[in-house]
């Protein structure tokens, strides 16, 4: 009797697909910024990846990198609040859940933001909070276009209670002072835009952009589930949904996000001009 030696597959070649739950190639779902080759599913991304993929190539100055939270209220479940961080930043490589900084888009200097979901679900403190506002604030200085991209399922974070809840007023300030200069603003939604962050800058945008099939809304399914002991229609909180109702302004694949917001730069200026 002959058998065959079974052939040795690297680690890491193949992965599962969240979205229809196929294995696929990894390196061709890299190829596509991380979305599906079978589906169009798009993964989740690290905020290297967005500036890497949104972001004119060593383009990108980051701001205020080194601003940590303070933990007021000495707080703890699980572990201390101040663990908690310690862990979050050995894991993501990130100081907090915001990234902010100037960039450029094909040529167009912005003051570009990403909030990441590794990072305590990309929750608003005090820091994402104080980042997104100095961030505005930059933009109204400098008169450049404003693009936050959000990853944010975490609404505020209950670690640091109150200071936490204030930032969805302070950033709103901020963006309301950048939208009464004339100065452009552009949300991009992506996979998750939940609770206080989708209540405050995220949905204040001139236009309001979302990648497909994103978890969109207020509170999470799971939350409602347990508060009103109903689910929710299928796909009743995916951008689709929001598009369909008039909640945001257009649905961009990943691969086309950078270009398109160009393009929308581009009429901004003409119209400036003119």
Known sequence: MFFKRKRNIPDGLWKRCEGCNNVVYKKKVEEKYNVCPECNY??????????????????????????????????????????????EQKKTGLKEAATVGKGTIEGKSVIFAVTDPRFIMGSMGSVVGEKITRAAEKALELRLPLIIITGSGGGARMHEGIISLMQMAKTSSA????????????????????????????????????????LVGFAGPRVIKETIKKTLPKGFQTTESMLKHGFIDMIVERSKLRHEISKILDYCNSNTNN
């Open 42 to 87: 798009h993964f989740r991304i690290p905020t290297s990846e967005r500036i890497k993929i949104m972001l004119d190539k060593n383009s990108f100055e980051e701001y205020w990198k080194n601003m940590l939270p303070a933990d007021p209220l000495n707080f703890k479940d699980r572990i201390s609040y101040k663990d908690r961080i310690a862990k």
């Open 175 to 214: 963006i309301s002072r950048l939208q009464e200069a004339g100065t452009p603003y552009i949300s991009v939604l992506t996979d998750p835009t939940l609770g206080g962050v989708m209540a405050s800058f995220a949905s204040q945008a001139d236009i309001i952009m979302a990648e497909p099939g994103a």
